[in-house]
């Protein structure tokens, strides 16, 4: 599709469907594609942000443990043998 072009043209580039689709919208209906294109991408945003942050939690529980069996090996290298 050429972006150069008059808009009339570029809607005859368009499939017929999507032409037809495109003629039976009202203003109420492209407000409410545009709201929800804007919902979308909000959404998206904030799943990459949570994702990351069960990343980061899961990381942070891994690195936790394997902290504390470290500190419990040092620990160990004190305590007298047993016998």
Do not use: H
Not at 1 to 19: C, H, I, Q
Not at 34 to 45: D, E, F, I, P
Not at 48 to 57: D, E, F, M, N, T
Request: proline share 6%; net charge positive.
């Amino acid at each position: 599709m050429d972006l150069n072009a008059k808009p009339a043209d570029r809607m005859a580039e368009l499939p017929e469907k999507t032409r037809t689709f495109l003629a039976q919208l009202r203003e109420e209906d492209i407000d409410t594609l545009n709201a929800g294109l804007k919902l979308v991408v909000a959404t998206m945003t904030v799943g990459r942000a949570v994702k990351w942050l069960i990343v980061g939690i899961l990381g942070l529980f891994a690195g936790v443990v394997m902290f504390g069996e470290s500190l419990l090996k040092i620990l160990a290298w004190f305590k007298p043998p047993p016998g």
